[in-house]
Structures are given as C-alpha cells and as structure tokens.
C-alpha cells in the first residue's frame, strides 16, 4: 500500500530548477538581439506645394544587437532592469521622383544604446513564467557611414536618440541558466532630422525612429 502511495505521488513530479534564483538581489546575463528597425516619417508642407519627392518612404531593416543585461530584485512581483547593448544599424529613406529616378539615403551606424526598465513578473509555475517590461532608452551613434549620392545635397540626421519601450517575455528556468526570449517595441521622441539648405529633406518635417526587437536572453 505505502508503495503504491509513493508511486502515485511521484506522477506528474517535475524538477524545479535553480529554485531559489530569485533570493539573490542581482542577476547579469548576455543577450542576443534581432532589431527590425525604420524611420517614422512625418511629410512637410513642402511635400505638397513645391517641386520635392512624390514618394518619400523608409522601409523595415534587419539589424543586430548584442550586449549584456543587469537586474536587480525589487519585490516578488517587480525587477529593475537595464540591457546595456550595441547594435548595427541600416535605415534607408528612399525618394522617388516625378521624372522617374530614385533615390536612397542610407544611413549605417553603430549605436550604444542604455534602457531603463521596470519589469513586472508573474507567479513561477514550476519553471515558467511570463513578464512585462516598460521604460526608456538612451542611443548614441558612433562609427557613421552616410551615403552621400556624391556628397551633395545628402539628408542628415542627429546622432543621439530617445525612445519609449514596452515589451513581453517568457522565462524559462533550466538546470544552469534562464532563458528568456522577449519582444520589444521601441518608440523614438527625438525628431532625428537635421536641417538643411539642400532640397533632399524640404519633403520632411520630422523623423523618429520606430524599431521591433526579438530578444533572446541568457541569465
């Protein structure tokens, strides 16, 4: 009989991993990021009154992104985080004009971007569990590569940025480390337009970046 009671409780048993990871204040890890990233752009006046672009459109890029992440315990519920990173970044701004001849406005850079993010948790099951994160980020572009058409009349654009993040997450709890795959929306509030006298940009009055990122973290 007592053996058949052991039996019966050890159905369904699941191990639970790395139980007490959450008694520790401070977890690092590294992550890995896909971003798909594009200017938000915003038509001026000029677009419709003078002789500019018909069409001015900046299309989704892949790049990559790869840094290491700091979070510190709050509570059972809630995380202080922040993802310190390097990404590689390529957005376009192509322009098509009424006597049919394109142009691209490219824009490669490496950028050193800072978010600073509440994340809230929900209750472990086990060795799952889902979470939200929300805050800002700081970007500073270094190493730009512009390319110019020439190097006359080229549409310029500021070197620091802004944004608003939010984001969903699912951890994982393996034997030796967490896993966490997360996606992240990234809305940019600096107008990254750099006035000029050149009549490339009289079409635009504001760009903001606009970036979706999948994230796979490792703690």
């Not at 896909?34 to 419709?48: A, E, G, L, W, Y």
């Amino acid at each position: 009989m007592a053996a058949q009671e052991a039996h019966s409780q050890g159905i369904g048993y699941r191990r639970k991993h790395l139980e007490y990871y959450d008694d520790k204040p401070i977890h690092y890890g590294i992550l890995f990021a896909v971003p798909f990233t594009r200017f938000n752009i915003k038509h001026s006046n000029d677009f419709v009154t003078k002789d500019t672009a018909f069409v001015i459109e900046s299309p989704r890029n892949a790049a990559f992104r790869m840094g290491f992440t700091i979070n510190a315990y709050l509570n059972e519920h809630f995380d202080l985080r922040t993802t310190p990173s390097v990404s590689l970044y390529e957005r376009h701004v192509k322009f098509r004009y009424p006597n049919g001849t394109d142009r691209t406005e490219k824009r490669e850079s490496t950028w050193i971007e800072i978010p600073l993010l509440l994340k809230y948790k929900s209750v472990r099951r086990v060795n799952s569990r889902m979470y939200m994160v929300a805050g800002v980020t700081l970007g500073l572009e270094t190493n730009v590569k512009r390319n110019r058409g020439g190097g006359v009349g080229a549409l310029d654009t500021k070197s620091s940025d802004f944004s608003i993040d939010y984001g969903i997450g699912y951890e994982q709890f393996f034997e030796f480390f967490k896993f966490a795959p997360e996606l992240r929306f990234s809305h940019g509030l600096t107008n990254m337009l750099v006035p000029g006298k050149n009549s490339v940009g009289n079409g635009i009055s504001r760009m903001r970046t606009h970036t979706v990122t999948l994230y796979l973290n490792f703690e």
